[in-house]
């Protein structure tokens, strides 16, 4: 049998243009709104509607601005159907498909354990009291 060698990941300048560039992304996908839509979208094309009710506590507006900035970023399409009225469907791309990989893994961890925060905040809370 023979072990394999790991590979060490490659060594980041976070002083660097490209470090700066990353954050822009993560500052992106790394939003509540974004990731909460992304997750979302991994079951399929959903409408505007579908998704703010979906999407609790988003306004109009925040719902708007952050399907616009996730089809800016290339990980949303946006399609209009000429019907009346006319009918408009979000859907991931293929890097955004790629986005919902790595980020359903997160919002699993949180589902599975939002209790376990709720009482650790609680007990925290407690002892500054």
């Given amino acids: 049998m023979t072990a394999k060698k790991e590979v060490a990941a490659p060594k980041i300048d976070h002083r660097s243009t490209d470090c700066r560039a990353v954050s ?16 979302m979208l991994g079951d399929g094309p959903r409408r505007f509607n579908e998704i703010k009710r979906a999407v609790g506590g988003i306004s109009q507006r925040m719902l708007t601005l952050t399907l616009r900035g996730l089809e800016r970023d290339g990980l949303v399409t946006r399609t209009i159907f000429p019907t009346i009225p006319p009918r408009v469907d979000y859907e991931l791309t293929g890097l955004g498909r790629s986005l919902w990989t790595a980020v359903e893994p ?24």
Avoid at 107 to 128: N, P, R, S, T, Y
Wanted: glycine share 10%; charged share 30%.
């Fill in 24 to 39: 822009g992304v993560l500052a992106r996908v790394g939003d509540k709104w974004s990731v909460l839509i992304i997750v």
């Fill in 106 to 129: 997160l919002g699993l961890w949180a589902q599975g354990h939002v209790k376990d925060i709720h009482k650790a905040q609680e007990k925290f809370d407690q002892k500054k009291s």
